[in-house]
């Protein structure tokens, strides 16, 4: 299996570190740790953007999808970069396609999808994203 992304394809990117406790007994980074990963990305970008209020906030996101692809093995202690882009922009759901490049590679080691509901804090139902969300949404969207 081959990436179907290049770094060109992404709209937002992040500086990522990996960790000493990222390997994993094969001596590669863990695929757990892709997940984290991408979690960090989604929402630095969201907070960053002042699109997210995480502690109060009136909506939350919560994550009913996820999913990842990896095609080069990762390592400690490797310089990554996370990159961002949306998908789909729905009422009340996003789905997000992020990637992992090593540090100034443009094939991506690894690729994956992530799909946030956004939902009323207190009564978990869903949620209209708000003008605010949206607009940050939008400028990573192709």
Not at 31 to 58: M, R
Not at 95 to 117: D, S, W
Request: charge should be negative; include cysteine; proline fraction near 6%.
């Amino acid at each position: 299996m081959k990436p179907e992304t290049v770094r060109a394809d992404y709209r937002h990117f992040l500086p990522l570190q990996t960790r000493w406790a990222d390997n994993d007994i094969y001596g590669h980074v863990n695929n757990v740790v892709y997940y984290g990963l991408f979690d960090t990305l989604v929402n630095e970008y969201l907070i960053a953007s002042g699109a997210l209020d995480i502690h109060q906030g009136a909506i939350i996101g919560l994550v009913v999808e996820t999913g990842c692809n990896y095609f080069a093995p990762l390592e400690f202690p490797q310089k990554l970069e996370g990159a961002l882009r949306v998908a789909r922009i729905g009422n009340s759901s996003v789905q997000y396609e992020l990637a992992i490049f090593k540090e100034g590679e443009n094939a991506p080691a690894a690729e994956g999808r992530f799909t946030h509901v956004y939902v009323d804090r207190e009564t978990r139902r869903p949620a209209i994203l708000p003008d605010a969300l949206r607009t940050a949404l939008e400028k990573i969207s192709p």
